[in-house]
């Protein structure tokens, strides 16, 4: 069973950087993505990178500063966040799929999931 475990949240002030991981064990997975939720809010999607590492795409709130990127070797996908705003404030979630591969997979094709890791942003 693949289960993922997310690390590297923590509290920051506005500007400043952080960097999450993502460790997947128990099985092979292909498309990686990170969501995001903040108290009282829908869940949203942060970034997508694709079973190579090639391409990746992000949400609209993160496009240019934050980057995705995977070690397949260490099986781990990494998120880079730089320049972070209150509004990033939220847990975040890995997910990964064991069917699709590519960076436009539908949420749920995302059928594994890790227990998030709580950031939080502090003005």
């Known amino acids: 069973q693949v289960q993922l475990v997310e690390s590297g949240g923590g509290l920051v002030q506005a500007g400043d950087s952080l960097r999450l991981s993502c460790v997947v064990s128990?099985?092979?997975?292909?498309?990686m993505a990170w969501f995001r939720q903040a108290p009282g809010k829908e869940r949203e999607f942060v970034a997508a990178?694709?079973?190579?590492?090639?391409?990746?795409r992000f949400g609209n709130s993160v496009q240019g500063r934050f980057t995705v990127s995977r070690d397949n070797a260490k099986n781990t996908m990494f998120l880079q966040m730089n320049s972070l705003k209150p509004e990033d404030t939220a847990i975040y979630f890995c997910?990964?799929?064991?069917?699709?591969?590519?960076?436009?997979?539908?949420?749920?094709?995302?059928?594994?999931w890790g227990q998030g890791t709580q950031a939080t942003v502090s003005s």
């Open positions: 997910a990964a799929s064991t069917g699709c591969s590519d960076i436009y997979c539908p949420s749920n094709e995302y059928d594994c």
């Open positions: 128990g099985g092979t997975v292909y498309a």
């Open positions: 990178v694709s079973w190579s590492g090639g391409t990746s």
